[in-house]
């Protein structure tokens, strides 16, 4: 029986660091599941979308997007019983204190800089994904 690789969903506005993430992921898991959307509209939108036992099994969420940034997407999601299990990432440039205060106080699993460079992503990412996902698996994603 074929399953789809565990899933991750990743919401970053900015085009080219929505590929080099992708990029990342792929070096690190070549097997990983990822869908990309641009904001936190199409982040909900493809979660509502997906059959209970197809959500993904980690979010990767940039803080500031256009149309809904990533506070109002963690508000939406911890309100939503069937989505508010899913664990969320917060990656972001901000190196705000009061960032990482809010998001830490809406539940998300972690918040993270995002690195300059795709070596550092590729690092930051391959410890994130062990820690979050732990090894690897095969199970349904949407």
Do not use: Y
Request: glycine content about 4%.
């Amino acid at each position: 029986m074929t399953h789809a690789a565990t899933g991750l969903l990743l919401a970053e506005d900015d085009p080219d660091d929505r590929f080099l993430i992708v990029r990342a992921l792929h070096r690190v898991r070549p097997q990983l599941r990822v869908t990309a959307v641009a904001d936190g509209v199409e982040l909900l939108a493809h979660l509502r979308s997906c059959a209970l036992e197809q959500l993904p099994q980690l979010l990767l969420l940039d803080l500031n997007m256009p149309r809904m940034d990533g506070r109002e997407v963690l508000a939406h999601l911890r309100a939503d019983p069937r989505l508010s299990g899913i664990p969320v990432v917060v990656l972001s440039t901000s190196v705000e204190p009061e960032d990482r205060a809010r998001v830490q106080a809406a539940h998300a699993a972690d918040f993270l800089s995002k690195p300059d460079e795709f070596s550092a992503m590729v690092i930051l990412l391959r410890s994130l994904l062990s820690d979050k996902l732990g090894a690897e698996t095969e199970l349904p994603a949407c």
